[in-house]
């Protein structure tokens, strides 16, 4: 405070600032000193790569040769003549709703447990966050493991006494993508328990104390408490591990390859399979670039939240 | 209808038995990788009493050191994670500082562009990146990479460092500046003693970022000895064999150092965690 009035005193007894330095404002020359590295790498490895992205949707690039541009071709191609895309599209739907949803709801009982008086409650939240720190990688060639033909999902399911012939889960229809959805809900749901429990925890005793006395069960302090003030924290996880989901990679390939067939391929697989594996890097990137309006609009809906606990 | 005894009780119970199903479909996982790491060939397979730890080994993890190029991918995943990390938190510090504390013309849009850049998937970018990497001739080397690591490292640490500058009352740096101090000293002695936790977090998050990545390793990275572990353990299962009990030797090892760190500085990273995604 002493500062800001001193220096006001110093700017009254010398001539006043010129408009253009008060617009640019008191510290322009050492910020953009300071922000020389942040902003050479927005631009080299963000914003160029993002341009590029654009650009090279309209060539027939491949891999090692000179594209040629070709217009809009690659995108009259996708949504016509593409005879997996549309099942592409819908396969990361059911997948990125299906994984999300069940993140929720086991991140929410995860918090509401860990919110409770318990012995050792340090232990038990370092220990459940365990699936979110370990390597995606490790954690989906793990469960490969775990589902596999001759794997221990299986031979506990035929030692129970629940199955005669073991089910291939990864390799069958019916259930490679819910074995999927599973898979990422086990990685992901530690994220949105424990920010479930942080937004739980800032939740004001005395709103509890209040319900108790006019007398509320367990349900409706729940209901009418509980739920009205995670509002904000359920929609900034969701949305963030939509974005995340979304986009997975590692999972899916690991797993299951985008297969059987193209049942569980999502777009960041087929965008691989067409840029790298066919080597039509044009029209993979197309792919992406064609999702990219749903992505921008979910970042859109995001930001001024995330944005608003900054400004407070 | 006040919670009576009875329904305490009950709800305890209740409680301990969710906590109970929780931890197990959480650690049984790691259980069964562990168990399949410390047996031998055939024995992978045994029909018998699956679950109950006999006859274990140290065969794979011999195995995986001595006969695979385990030991340079680990080597790759440190360099790389470490390098990209520890610049990542230089750029963020100094950035994060100017957007803070620094008044001037641009301050809210540079803020927006770094959580914009990153909220912004991999998987948008890496057919570009990759076209960029191969046009600079990076991907014949660790370069390629790291440069790439860089890309989603440097907003995230931004992102997160920012928010705990945020928390240091502006008070203190005001009396540092009365007493003499200019701002780059004030950011010295003032700020960064008293971000230390957050940067430290920050820092660990950028490392297990690179440490897990994925998909650039793949696209970025061909030849097998410059493999970082997730595509050197990729690469077990892409071939037609499945080596079970490699595999998940390798998995382990892949797995240990983020789960060190966490263990480590858990404190912090909880904190952390909530502090980057949910601000208020």
Same mark, same amino acid.
């Not at chain 1, 006043?16 to 902003?39: E, N, S």
């Not at chain 2, 009365?178 to 780059?184: A, E, N, P, S, V």
């Given at each position: 405070?002493?500062?800001?009035?001193?220096?006001?005193?110093?700017?009254?007894?010398? @001539?006043?600032?010129?408009?253009?330095?008060?617009?640019?404002?008191?510290?322009?020359?050492?910020?953009?000193?300071?922000?020389?590295?942040?902003?050479?790498?927005?631009?080299?490895?963000?914003?160029?790569?993002?341009?590029?992205?654009?650009?090279?949707?309209?060539?027939? @690039?491949?891999?090692?040769?000179?594209?040629?541009?070709?217009?809009? &071709?690659?995108?009259? &191609?996708?949504?016509?003549?593409?005879?997996?895309?549309?099942?592409?599209?819908?396969?990361?739907?059911?997948?990125?709703?299906?994984?999300?949803?069940? @993140?929720?709801?086991?991140?929410?009982?995860?918090?509401?447990?860990?919110?409770?008086?318990?012995?050792?409650?340090?232990?038990?939240?370092?220990?459940?966050?365990?699936?979110?720190?370990?390597?995606?990688?490790?954690?989906?060639?793990?469960?490969?493991?775990?589902?596999?033909?001759?794997?221990?999902?299986?031979?506990?399911?035929?030692?129970?006494?629940?199955?005669?012939?073991?089910?291939?889960?990864?390799?069958?229809?019916?259930?490679?993508?819910?074995?999927?959805?599973?898979?990422?809900?086990?990685?992901?749901?530690?994220?949105?328990?424990?920010?479930?429990?942080?937004?739980?925890?800032?939740?004001?005793?005395?709103?509890?104390?209040?319900?108790?006395?006019?007398?509320?069960?367990?349900?409706?302090?729940?209901?009418?408490?509980?739920?009205?003030?995670?509002?904000?924290?359920?929609?900034?996880?969701?949305?963030?591990?939509?974005?995340?989901?979304?986009?997975?990679?590692?999972?899916?390939?690991?797993?299951?390859?985008?297969?059987?067939?193209?049942?569980?391929?999502?777009?960041?697989?087929?965008?691989?399979?067409?840029?790298?594996?066919?080597?039509?890097?044009?029209?993979?990137?197309?792919?992406?670039?064609?999702?990219?309006?749903?992505?921008?609009?979910?970042?859109?809906?995001?930001?001024?939240?995330?944005?608003?606990?900054?400004?407070? | 209808?006040?919670?009576?005894?009875?329904?305490?009780?009950?709800?305890?119970?209740?409680?301990?038995?969710?906590?109970?199903?929780?931890?197990?479909?959480?650690?049984?996982?790691?259980?069964? %990788?562990?168990?399949?790491?410390?047996?031998?060939?055939?024995?992978?397979?045994?029909?018998?009493?699956?679950?109950?730890?006999?006859?274990?080994?140290?065969?794979?993890?011999?195995?995986?050191?001595?006969?695979?190029?385990?030991?340079?991918?680990?080597?790759? /995943?440190?360099?790389?994670?470490?390098?990209?990390?520890?610049?990542?938190?230089?750029?963020?510090?100094? =950035?994060?500082? /100017?957007?803070?504390?620094?008044?001037?013309?641009?301050?809210?849009?540079?803020?927006?562009?770094?959580?914009?850049?990153?909220?912004?998937?991999?998987?948008?970018?890496?057919?570009?990146?990759?076209?960029?990497?191969?046009?600079?001739?990076?991907?014949?080397?660790?370069?390629?990479?790291?440069?790439?690591?860089? /890309?989603?490292?440097?907003?995230?640490?931004?992102?997160? %460092?920012?928010?705990?500058?945020?928390?240091?009352?502006?008070?203190?740096?005001?009396?540092?500046?009365?007493?003499?101090?200019?701002?780059?000293?004030?950011?010295?002695?003032?700020?960064?003693?008293?971000?230390?936790?957050?940067?430290?977090? =920050?820092?660990?998050?950028?490392?297990?970022?690179?440490?897990?990545?994925?998909?650039? =390793?793949?696209?970025?990275?061909?030849?097998?000895?410059?493999?970082?572990?997730?595509?050197?353990?990729?690469?077990?299962?892409?071939?037609?064999?499945?080596?079970?009990?490699?595999?998940?030797?390798?998995?382990?090892?892949?797995?240990?150092?983020?789960?060190?760190?966490?263990?480590?500085?858990?404190?912090?990273?909880?904190?952390?965690?909530?502090?980057?995604?949910?601000?208020?």
């Amino acid at each position: 405070m002493t500062v800001e009035v001193g220096s006001r005193a110093v700017a009254a007894q010398t @001539k006043p600032r010129p408009p253009l330095w008060r617009k640019l404002g008191r510290d322009f020359v050492l910020a953009y000193i300071l922000l020389i590295p942040l902003i050479l790498i927005l631009f080299v490895l963000l914003a160029y790569p993002i341009a590029s992205a654009i650009w090279i949707t309209l060539q027939d @690039k491949t891999i090692g040769m000179v594209g040629r541009f070709i217009g809009l &071709e690659n995108y009259r &191609e996708l949504l016509l003549d593409d005879p997996f895309f549309w099942q592409v599209v819908r396969n990361g739907f059911i997948f990125t709703i299906g994984s999300v949803v069940l @993140k929720l709801f086991v991140g929410m009982i995860m918090a509401l447990v860990l919110n409770q008086p318990l012995v050792w409650r340090g232990l038990w939240r370092g220990l459940l966050l365990m699936p979110w720190v370990a390597p995606t990688v490790v954690t989906a060639l793990s469960w490969r493991w775990i589902l596999d033909l001759t794997g221990v999902l299986n031979l506990m399911l035929r030692d129970l006494g629940l199955m005669r012939t073991p089910i291939p889960w990864l390799a069958q229809y019916g259930t490679a993508m819910f074995s999927l959805v599973l898979v990422n809900t086990w990685h992901g749901f530690p994220f949105f328990g424990i920010t479930l429990l942080a937004g739980l925890q800032a939740i004001p005793q005395e709103l509890y104390e209040a319900a108790d006395i006019d007398g509320a069960s367990v349900w409706q302090r729940f209901r009418y408490v509980t739920m009205p003030s995670l509002r904000t924290v359920i929609l900034v996880v969701t949305i963030l591990s939509t974005i995340w989901t979304f986009n997975d990679f590692s999972v899916v390939w690991l797993l299951t390859g985008g297969g059987p067939g193209h049942a569980t391929d999502v777009f960041a697989t087929y965008t691989y399979k067409l840029g790298f594996i066919t080597s039509r890097l044009g029209y993979g990137q197309t792919v992406s670039v064609i999702l990219a309006p749903v992505l921008i609009g979910i970042i859109m809906i995001l930001s001024p939240l995330m944005l608003r606990g900054e400004a407070e | 209808m006040r919670t009576t005894q009875r329904q305490k009780i009950l709800l305890a119970i209740i409680t301990y038995l969710t906590l109970a199903g929780l931890l197990f479909g959480a650690l049984f996982p790691f259980y069964w %990788i562990g168990l399949t790491s410390l047996r031998k060939g055939k024995q992978v397979y045994t029909k018998q009493q699956v679950l109950v730890p006999r006859d274990l080994t140290t065969e794979n993890y011999r195995f995986v050191f001595e006969e695979r190029p385990t030991v340079m991918w680990l080597r790759n /995943s440190l360099v790389v994670s470490f390098i990209s990390s520890a610049v990542s938190v230089v750029i963020g510090v100094l =950035a994060g500082y /100017s957007i803070v504390r620094l008044k001037f013309w641009g301050n809210r849009t540079i803020a927006k562009g770094v959580l914009f850049t990153y909220l912004i998937p991999t998987s948008l970018l890496f057919i570009p990146m990759f076209i960029l990497m191969f046009s600079l001739h990076l991907t014949g080397g660790l370069w390629g990479l790291l440069f790439a690591y860089l /890309s989603f490292n440097v907003p995230f640490c931004t992102w997160l %460092i920012l928010g705990y500058f945020r928390s240091i009352p502006e008070e203190l740096e005001d009396a540092a500046r009365i007493d003499g101090c200019t701002r780059l000293g004030v950011l010295w002695r003032i700020v960064l003693p008293l971000a230390a936790p957050g940067i430290v977090t =920050a820092f660990i998050f950028g490392f297990t970022n690179s440490w897990n990545e994925f998909l650039y =390793a793949v696209t970025l990275v061909s030849r097998r000895e410059l493999m970082t572990l997730p595509t050197g353990l990729g690469s077990y299962i892409l071939g037609d064999v499945f080596l079970w009990g490699p595999l998940m030797a390798t998995a382990i090892i892949t797995a240990l150092p983020p789960i060190i760190l966490f263990i480590v500085v858990q404190r912090f990273i909880v904190t952390g965690m909530t502090l980057g995604s949910v601000k208020g």
